[in-house]
C-alpha cells in the first residue's frame, strides 16, 4: 500500500481532543480528512475516539477496500497504545480505506482509518487508560512522520487522563482542541490544550476550533464568543506560527442535519448556504497541511444529490438509473443487485420495462449478469455506462467484474462506484449483503433435486409474489394436480433465494404432529430464548416478534388440509410463507404440468442418446408431469445404459429403450404417475436385487412421506420383515446387514426412493409414489406389508423401563412421524397398541403444549375404539387412559384427567393386586388431579396410600417411589403441614443424589421443592440459597427454556419479594409469566397463577396499583372461565385474595373488604380454620377493614387472627410476625403500614 507522498519533508501528525462529549470533534476529523483526500493527500486517521458515532461511519459509503498497515507501523501502533508487551501472534491492525468517486476529483488521494483498540459487543470502542513505555510511543512517532502519507489525523478520546495525554503530546505536532461555543467549554478546551503542552518532548502549536457554531446567532453574541476564545487561548498561541491565516478561531457552523446521521457535512451543504462551512474547513486545512491545501474541492453536484439522497435529504437531480439485464435463472442476483441499487437511492428495472428509459435525454446504466443461462443482449445503440458482473467461473473473461473473487461488501462497492452511487451507511452487516448461494444461519431444507430442469416462469411469478410484499407479510401458495412438481418448486424456489433470508425451514404439514415436530427443531436451531420442548410453539413467537428474523421463509409441504395449519402459522407481520397443496386463502401460484421444451430438455439431460423426437413422444405420454418424468428418464437411463454395457452405441440403446418403454406402458392399467410406477416396479422384478428394492418401497409406503431415518430403515426390526417377506432373494441379507444399502440405491437408481447419506440421512418417497404401491398390492399384500412395517416400528420403540437410553428421545421423536401414515392407531396387534401407549407417555414427558394438544383428539378417539373393540378391561386400554389423564394434568385440566385415572384404575385394581405397580402408578397421578381439583386432604390420602405401597412393592430407592414421596411431599404442603413436607423431601433430596447423582434434573427439581417449603415456613435466606443453587444446576443440565426451570425461577422470584426486594421480585415474575405464556400459553394454571404473583409484586413496588388489579382479575376469570374451577376451589379463593388486596391499594376498599371477605369464608369451608392459607387471610381481612375505616372490626379481627397463628403455626411463622405486627397498630387505629399476608398459587 505504499505510495509516493504528494508533499515534500515528514508527515504531518496532528491530534483532535475535546474536553467533553458532544462537541463534533469525530465529525471535524471525516470532514477535514475528505476535505484532503478530494485535493489529492494520501491521510492516516488513527481513531482513538472514546464515543459513537466513529470516523469510519462517516467515511462508510466511500469503503474501497481493506488492507493490512505495513507490519512495523501496525505493531508500532499496538505497541505505543498498549500497556501490555506485544505477543508474536497478536494480528496487525487492520486499515480501511475510504476514497473520494474517481470521477469527482482531478487528483486522487484516500483515507485510510485504522482502529487499534478493542470494542464491545455493540461495537462501542473501549480505550486503554494505560499505555506503552516512552521508547515505543518515540518509534511510533519516527514511524508516523517517516511514512508514505500526507498528513496522520489522530481522534483522541474524549477528556483524555494524563497517560494518554502524555501518548498523544509525544506524537503530535499540532493538537486542534475542538469545544463548543460556551463560557464553561471554552475554558475547559483551553486547560486541556496547556495540559498536553506541558507533557509534549517538543512544543505543540494549538488550533481552537468552536464546532457547532450557530452563525446565525447575532452579532453581538458572535462577537462575545471570540472575545472569550481569544481570552482563554491567548497564552496559548502566543509565540506559535500563525496557523489559521487571520490569527482569529476556526469555527465551524452548525447544521441541523449533522444532529441525526453520521454524515459529511461539506458533501451536504448546498452552494446556496452561502459558503461558510466550505470556508471553515479550508482554513483548517491550511493550518494542519501548512497551506500546502487551502480550499475544499468544489462538490459535484451530481455527487452531492447521490449523497443527499442516500441520507433521505431533498434533492433537485432525478435519481440514477439502472437497468438489469439477467436470465430467470439468476433471479437471485438480480435481486440482490437491485437491493444494493436502491439502497444508494437508485432506481431499477428489468430490460423488458425500460424502454421509455432509453428513450429519455439521460440514458440510464445498465448491469449485465453474464452466466452460461444468459442468451444474447440487445441494447440499443447509445452510449451507456455498462458493466457485467460474471456469475459463472467458467464463463468468458469479457472484462467484467467476477463476483467470485470479492467479498459481498466490495463487491458492492466496486458495483455502485461503476455507478457512481454512494451506498448507505450501517449496511454493511445487514443480511441484504449476503450473496448468492450463502444460506443463513437457520436453514433447513431436503436435499435439492440435482436435476432440476425448467420452471423459470413459475419461479418468476413466484418470487414475484414475495417481491411485491416488500418487507411486510406474505403467504403464497401453489395449487396443482399430484406429481406436478409443487414440492420441488417450492424446494427449488427457497435453495435459489434462501440468501435473502435469515431463517430458513421446511416443514412436513400433512399432519399437525409434522409440523409440531418441524417447529420444535426451529427452536432448537434459533436457540435461546424460547422454549425447545418435542412441540413447542415458541419458535412462532420468535419469528413473530424478533427482529433478527423479520425475514424468514417458512415452507408448507402438503398441506392438503387447511385445518393442520389452524394457529401453526407465525403472527407478525412479516416474512414469507409458502404452502404447497392446501387451498389458497390468499396469493396462489397453479402450477401446470411442465412446457414441452422444459420436458424434452429434462429428458435429453438424463438419458444419453436419446433423440428430441423419442424425448418428446416420452414427455407426452406421460403428460409433462415432472414426478412421472423423472421416474420415466431413471427407467431410461438404467434400462439404456444395460444395452449400452452389452456392448449397444448409446443412440441404439435409448432407441430400444424408448420402444420397450411404450410396450410396457401401454400393459399398465394404471394411470398418470402410476403407469410410470408400474413400470419400474415390473423392471426391478427381474433380478433379486430390484425385487428387494420393490420390497423395501412397499414397505416405505406406508411410513411418513416426509421420509424415515435410514437408523430405521437399517435396523433389525426393519431388516427382519425385510428378510422374513423377502424369502430367498433376502438370504444374502440375512448374513450381511449392508446388503440393504445395496438395495436402497439400486431402488434410488430407478427413481422409486431418493436415499441421503448426509445430513438429512434419510430415505424417501413421493407420496405418490407411495399411492400407487399402496393401489397396485391386492387386499392381502397391503395388509401384509401394513403388519410388516408396523411390527418393525413397535420393535423400534423403547420399552417402558428405557427411560435413561441416549437414544430413547430420537427413536420415539422418529417414530412420531410414522404414528398416522403408517396406520398404527388401527392395530390390534398387541406389541403396536403397547408403542403407542408408550409414544403417548413419550407426549407427556417430552412435549410442549402445542403437540401435547394435537394428541389428544386423537388419543381419545383411539381410547374409544380400543374400548369398543377390546373392552373395559383391556390392560393397554387402562394404561393409555392412564397416560392420556397425565397429558391432560400437564395441559392444566384435571377434570378430564381425574376421569381417566378413574376409569383405569377401577379395572386396574380389579384385575390385578392391589399392591402392583401398575394400578399404584395410575394412583400416583389421581393424586395429582386432586391436587389440581383442590381436593387436598383426598389427595394426602392417596398419595400416603401409594407412597407406602410403593415402598413395600418396589422399595425406597426406586425411582417411582422417589416420585411417590415428592407427591406426598406437595400434598402434605398443600393440606397446611410446609414442616412436613420438607423433612420428607429434604430426605427425597439426600437419596436422590446418592442413587441418581446430580446429573438428574428431578435431583435438582427435589432442591427447588425444599427452597418453596423453606420460603413457606419464613426461612428465607435458606429458600433463596436452594432455590438460586437449583436454578444453576438446572440450567447447566439444560440451557433452553422448560416448564422446571420457569417454575424455580418464578419460586424463587416470590421468595425475593418476601424478603422485600420487590422490584427484583417483579423483574423475574415478569419474565416468567412471559415464558409460561410461550411455552404453555395463556389459560395454564401456571401461567395464571404466575400472573397473580405479578399481581402482588406490583402492589408491593407501588408504582401501578390499577396493573395489580388488572393482572389479579386476569387470574381470577382464567382460573374460572378457562381452567374450570370451580366457585369454591381453593385456587380461585386465592386469586379473590390477591384481588382485594390490589383493590385496597387501587383505593377500593368496598370492593377489598368483598373479596377478602369471600375469599377467608371458601378457605375456611375447603381447608378448615387451622390451614395457613386461611390464617393469612384472615390477617389480611383485618388489614382491609383497618383499610376501609373500620377500625373496631380490624382489631377484632387481627387479634383473633393473632391468638390463632400463635396456637397453629407458632411464633415464628411469618405470618404470625405480620398478625403480632398489626396487632400492635390495632391498638392505635391508622391504616399506615399494616402488614400484608400474600398467598401464591402454588404448583399441584
Known amino acids: 500500500m505504499s505510495t509516493?507522498?504528494?508533499?515534500?519533508?515528514?508527515?504531518?501528525?496532528?491530534?483532535?481532543?475535546?474536553?467533553?462529549?458532544?462537541?463534533?470533534?469525530?465529525?471535524a476529523v471525516a470532514n477535514l480528512a475528505w476535505t484532503l483526500a478530494a485535493a489529492g493527500q494520501r491521510v492516516l486517521v488513527v481513531d482513538w475516539g472514546s464515543e459513537v458515532p466513529r470516523v469510519r461511519e462517516y467515511l462508510e459509503p466511500f469503503l474501497v477496500a481493506r488492507l493490512g498497515l505495513p507490519d512495523a507501523l501496525g505493531r508500532g501502533l499496538l505497541a505505543a497504545y498498549r500497556a501490555d508487551p506485544l505477543r508474536e501472534d497478536d494480528p496487525a491492525p487492520v486499515v480501511e480505506r475510504f476514497a473520494p468517486p474517481a470521477g469527482d476529483v482531478t487528483v486522487p488521494g484516500h483515507i485510510d482509518v485504522v482502529s487499534p483498540m478493542p470494542t464491545d459487543a455493540a461495537g462501542r470502542p473501549q480505550p486503554e487508560t494505560r499505555h506503552g513505555d516512552a521508547g515505543a510511543i518515540a518509534e511510533l512517532r519516527a514511524r508516523l512522520t517517516e511514512s508514505d502519507y500526507d498528513q496522520v489525523l489522530i481522534d483522541a478520546p474524549t477528556g483524555a487522563g494524563d497517560e494518554s495525554l502524555t501518548l498523544i503530546a509525544t506524537l503530535c505536532e499540532l493538537a486542534v482542541v475542538c469545544f463548543r461555543p460556551r463560557p464553561r467549554a471554552i475554558a475547559d478546551a483551553a486547560d486541556l490544550a496547556a495540559r498536553l503542552r506541558k507533557r509534549a518532548p517538543i512544543r505543540i502549536d494549538v488550533v481552537p476550533v468552536a464546532t457547532l457554531f450557530d452563525d446565525a446567532d447575532e452579532q453581538s453574541r458572535a462577537q462575545r464568543i471570540r472575545s472569550a476564545i481569544r481570552a482563554a487561548f491567548a497564552e496559548l498561541l502566543a509565540g506559535q506560527a500563525k496557523r489559521v491565516p487571520d490569527g482569529g478561531t476556526i469555527e465551524i457552523p452548525y447544521r441541523p442535519f449533522d444532529a441525526f446521521d453520521p454524515l459529511l457535512a461539506i458533501l451536504v451543504e448546498e452552494p446556496t448556504s452561502g459558503g461558510a462551512l466550505e470556508a471553515q474547513y479550508g482554513r483548517l486545512a491550511a493550518a494542519v497541511t501548512g497551506d500546502a491545501v487551502t480550499e475544499v474541492v468544489p462538490v459535484s453536484p451530481v455527487l452531492r444529490a447521490r449523497y443527499r439522497r442516500v441520507f433521505g435529504l431533498t434533492s433537485t437531480t432525478e435519481p440514477d438509473r439502472v437497468v438489469v439485464v439477467y436470465a430467470p435463472r439468476d433471479r437471485a442476483w438480480a435481486d440482490w443487485v437491485r437491493g444494493q441499487l436502491e439502497r444508494a437511492g437508485a432506481q431499477v428495472r428489468r430490460l423488458s420495462d425500460a424502454r421509455e428509459w432509453f428513450e429519455s435525454d439521460v440514458p440510464p446504466g445498465v448491469l449485465i449478469l453474464s452466466s452460461p443461462h444468459l442468451g444474447p443482449v440487445e441494447l440499443p445503440a447509445l452510449p451507456l455506462t455498462?458493466?457485467?458482473?460474471?456469475?459463472?467461473?467458467?464463463?468468458?473473461?469479457?472484462?467484467?467484474?467476477?463476483?467470485?473473487?470479492?467479498?459481498?461488501?466490495?463487491?458492492?462497492?466496486?458495483?455502485?462506484?461503476?455507478?457512481?452511487?454512494?451506498?448507505?451507511?450501517?449496511?454493511?452487516?445487514?443480511?441484504?449483503?449476503?450473496?448468492?448461494?450463502?444460506?443463513?444461519?437457520?436453514?433447513?431444507?431436503?436435499?435439492?433435486?440435482?436435476?432440476?430442469?425448467?420452471?423459470?416462469?413459475?419461479?418468476?411469478?413466484?418470487?414475484?409474489?414475495?417481491?411485491?410484499?416488500?418487507?411486510?407479510?406474505?403467504?403464497?401458495?401453489?395449487?396443482?394436480?399430484?406429481?406436478?412438481?409443487?414440492?420441488?418448486?417450492?424446494?427449488e424456489y427457497a435453495y435459489r433465494f434462501s440468501s435473502d433470508y435469515a431463517a430458513v425451514w421446511w416443514l412436513t404439514a400433512h399432519d399437525r404432529q409434522s409440523v409440531l415436530t418441524g417447529l420444535a427443531e426451529l427452536a432448537v436451531r434459533l436457540r435461546q430464548p424460547g422454549s425447545t420442548d418435542y412441540g413447542t410453539l415458541s419458535a412462532l413467537e420468535r419469528l413473530s416478534n424478533d427482529p433478527a428474523y423479520a425475514r424468514f421463509l417458512l415452507v408448507y409441504d402438503n398441506a392438503d388440509d387447511p385445518d393442520v395449519l389452524t394457529d401453526l402459522m407465525p403472527a407478525g407481520a412479516t416474512g414469507h410463507v409458502l404452502i404447497t397443496s392446501a387451498p389458497s386463502a390468499g396469493q396462489t401460484v397453479e402450477l401446470v404440468p411442465m412446457r414441452a421444451e422444459d420436458s424434452v430438455r429434462l429428458l435429453l439431460d438424463r438419458v444419453p442418446g436419446l433423440t428430441a423426437e423419442d424425448a418428446g413422444r416420452v414427455a407426452a405420454a406421460v403428460d409433462h408431469l415432472p414426478l412421472a418424468l423423472d421416474l420415466a428418464s431413471s427407467w431410461l437411463g438404467e434400462t439404456a445404459r444395460t444395452e449400452v454395457g452389452a456392448g449397444s452405441r448409446?443412440?441404439?440403446?435409448?432407441?430400444?429403450?424408448?420402444?420397450?418403454?411404450?410396450?410396457?406402458?401401454?400393459?399398465?392399467?394404471?394411470?398418470?404417475?402410476?403407469?410410470?410406477?408400474?413400470?419400474?416396479?415390473?423392471?426391478?422384478?427381474?433380478?433379486?436385487?430390484?425385487?428387494?428394492?420393490?420390497?423395501?418401497?412397499?414397505?416405505?409406503?406406508?411410513?411418513?412421506?416426509?421420509?424415515?431415518?435410514?437408523?430405521?430403515?437399517?435396523?433389525?426390526?426393519?431388516?427382519?420383515?425385510?428378510?422374513?417377506?423377502?424369502?430367498?432373494?433376502?438370504?444374502?441379507?440375512?448374513?450381511?446387514?449392508?446388503?440393504?444399502?445395496?438395495?436402497?440405491?439400486?431402488?434410488?437408481?430407478?427413481?422409486?426412493?431418493?436415499?441421503?447419506?448426509?445430513?438429512?440421512?434419510?430415505?424417501?418417497?413421493?407420496?405418490?409414489?407411495?399411492?400407487?404401491?399402496?393401489?397396485?398390492?391386492?387386499?392381502?399384500?397391503?395388509?401384509?406389508?401394513?403388519?410388516?412395517?408396523?411390527?418393525?416400528?413397535?420393535?423400534?420403540?423403547?420399552?417402558?423401563?428405557?427411560?435413561?437410553?441416549?437414544?430413547?428421545?430420537?427413536?420415539?421423536?422418529?417414530?412420531?412421524?410414522?404414528?398416522?401414515?403408517?396406520?398404527?392407531?388401527?392395530?390390534?396387534?398387541?406389541?403396536?397398541?403397547?408403542?403407542?401407549?408408550?409414544?403417548?407417555?413419550?407426549?407427556?414427558?417430552?412435549?410442549?403444549?402445542?403437540?401435547?394438544?394435537?394428541?389428544?383428539?386423537?388419543?381419545?378417539?383411539?381410547?374409544?375404539?380400543?374400548?369398543?373393540?377390546?373392552?373395559?378391561?383391556?390392560?393397554?386400554?387402562?394404561?393409555?387412559?392412564?397416560?392420556?389423564?397425565?397429558?391432560h394434568r400437564v395441559l392444566g385440566d384435571p377434570t378430564e384427567a381425574l376421569r381417566l385415572d378413574d376409569l383405569a384404575l377401577a379395572q386396574q385394581r380389579r384385575a390385578l393386586d392391589l399392591t402392583h405397580p401398575r394400578p399404584l402408578i395410575t394412583a400416583r397421578g389421581r393424586g395429582g388431579d386432586l391436587r389440581g381439583l383442590g381436593l387436598f386432604s383426598e389427595a394426602l390420602a392417596e398419595d400416603q396410600a401409594t407412597w407406602e405401597s410403593l415402598r413395600s412393592v418396589l422399595g425406597e430407592d426406586h425411582p417411582d417411589t422417589r416420585r411417590a414421596a415428592n407427591n406426598l411431599a406437595a400434598s402434605m404442603f398443600l393440606s397446611g403441614d410446609a414442616a412436613g413436607a420438607l423433612a420428607l423431601e429434604e430426605d427425597n433430596y439426600r437419596r436422590r443424589r446418592r442413587l441418581f447423582g446430580t446429573g438428574d434434573a428431578r435431583t435438582w427439581a427435589t432442591l427447588a421443592q425444599i427452597g418453596l417449603y423453606q420460603r413457606e415456613l419464613g426461612r428465607y435466606p435458606e429458600a433463596l440459597d436452594s432455590l438460586l443453587y437449583a436454578s444453576q444446576q438446572l440450567q447447566a443440565l439444560r440451557h433452553e427454556l422448560n416448564q422446571v426451570q420457569i417454575g424455580v425461577q418464578w419460586n424463587r422470584a416470590i421468595a425475593l419479594r418476601l424478603v422485600g426486594r420487590a422490584k427484583e421480585a417483579k423483574e423475574r415474575t415478569g419474565k416468567a409469566l412471559r415464558d409460561y405464556r410461550e411455552v404453555l400459553g395463556p389459560h395454564h394454571p401456571y401461567t395464571l397463577g404466575c400472573a397473580l404473583s405479578f399481581a402482588a409484586d406490583h402492589r408491593r413496588v407501588g408504582v401501578d396499583p390499577e396493573l395489580a388489579v388488572e393482572l389479579a382479575r386476569t387470574a381470577l376469570n382464567g382460573f374460572q372461565q378457562h381452567v374450570g374451577l370451580r366457585d369454591d376451589h381453593p385456587f380461585v379463593a386465592l386469586c379473590k385474595l390477591g384481588l382485594g388486596l390490589a383493590l385496597r391499594a387501587a383505593g377500593d376498599p368496598v370492593g377489598a373488604v368483598s373479596q377478602v371477605e369471600a375469599a377467608t369464608r371458601t378457605l375456611r369451608a375447603r381447608l378448615g380454620d387451622t390451614h395457613p392459607w386461611t390464617l393469612a387471610a384472615a390477617v389480611d381481612e383485618a388489614r382491609v377493614h383497618a383499610g376501609a375505616g373500620d377500625a373496631d372490626r380490624a382489631a377484632e379481627l387481627i387479634a383473633e387472627a393473632h391468638t390463632d397463628c400463635l396456637e397453629f403455626l407458632g411464633h415464628d411463622h411469618p405470618h404470625t410476625a405480620a398478625a403480632a405486627h398489626n396487632l400492635r397498630l390495632a391498638a392505635h387505629p391508622t391504616d399506615q403500614d399494616w402488614w400484608e399476608c400474600d398467598v401464591d398459587v402454588p404448583h399441584t
Open 650 to 887: 448409446d443412440v441404439d440403446a435409448a432407441t430400444w429403450a424408448t420402444r420397450t418403454f411404450f410396450e410396457r406402458l401401454g400393459q399398465s392399467e394404471m394411470d398418470g404417475v402410476a403407469r410410470v410406477v408400474d413400470v419400474a416396479v415390473d423392471a426391478l422384478r427381474d433380478n433379486a436385487t430390484g425385487r428387494l428394492a420393490v420390497l423395501v418401497a412397499e414397505l416405505s409406503a406406508f411410513l411418513s412421506p416426509e421420509g424415515a431415518d435410514l437408523g430405521l430403515v437399517r435396523s433389525p426390526a426393519f431388516l427382519g420383515r425385510v428378510i422374513a417377506a423377502g424369502g430367498v432373494d433376502a438370504e444374502p441379507l440375512e448374513l450381511d446387514a449392508a446388503e440393504i444399502d445395496r438395495v436402497l440405491w439400486y431402488g434410488a437408481r430407478y427413481g422409486l426412493f431418493r436415499v441421503d447419506w448426509g445430513d438429512q440421512y434419510s430415505v424417501r418417497l413421493h407420496r405418490v409414489v407411495q399411492r400407487a404401491l399402496r393401489e397396485r398390492m391386492s387386499p392381502t399384500e397391503r395388509e401384509e406389508r401394513q403388519a410388516d412395517v408396523l411390527r418393525a416400528l413397535a420393535a423400534l420403540a423403547p420399552t417402558e423401563v428405557e427411560d435413561k437410553s441416549p437414544t430413547r428421545h430420537a427413536r420415539f421423536a422418529e417414530l412420531q412421524k410414522h404414528v398416522i401414515p403408517s396406520g398404527a392407531l388401527g392395530s390390534g396387534d398387541p406389541k403396536v397398541r403397547r408403542w403407542l401407549v408408550n409414544q403417548v407417555r413419550f407426549l407427556f414427558t417430552d412435549g410442549g403444549a402445542g403437540v401435547r394438544r394435537a394428541a389428544l383428539e386423537p388419543g381419545r378417539a383411539l381410547l374409544d375404539a380400543w374400548t369398543r373393540r377390546f373392552g373395559p378391561a383391556d390392560p393397554l386400554r387402562n394404561r393409555l387412559a392412564t397416560e392420556l389423564a397425565n397429558v
Open 386 to 491: 455498462v458493466l457485467r458482473l460474471r456469475l459463472s467461473e467458467d464463463g468468458p473473461a469479457d472484462g467484467g467484474l467476477d463476483v467470485h473473487e470479492h467479498t459481498p461488501e466490495t463487491l458492492s462497492a466496486r458495483l455502485l462506484g461503476h455507478f457512481g452511487l454512494i451506498d448507505r451507511p450501517g449496511t454493511v452487516h445487514e443480511p441484504g449483503m449476503r450473496v448468492p448461494g450463502s444460506d443463513p444461519a437457520v436453514f433447513d431444507l431436503p436435499p435439492r433435486h440435482p436435476g432440476f430442469v425448467g420452471r423459470d416462469e413459475d419461479l418468476e411469478a413466484l418470487r414475484d409474489e414475495f417481491a411485491a410484499a416488500g418487507d411486510g407479510r406474505a403467504v403464497v401458495t401453489v395449487n396443482g394436480v399430484p406429481g406436478v412438481g409443487k414440492s420441488e418448486l417450492a424446494l
Open 4 to 27: 509516493p507522498r504528494t508533499t515534500p519533508g515528514p508527515t504531518g501528525v496532528t491530534a483532535f481532543l475535546s474536553a467533553t462529549g458532544g462537541t463534533g470533534r469525530t465529525s
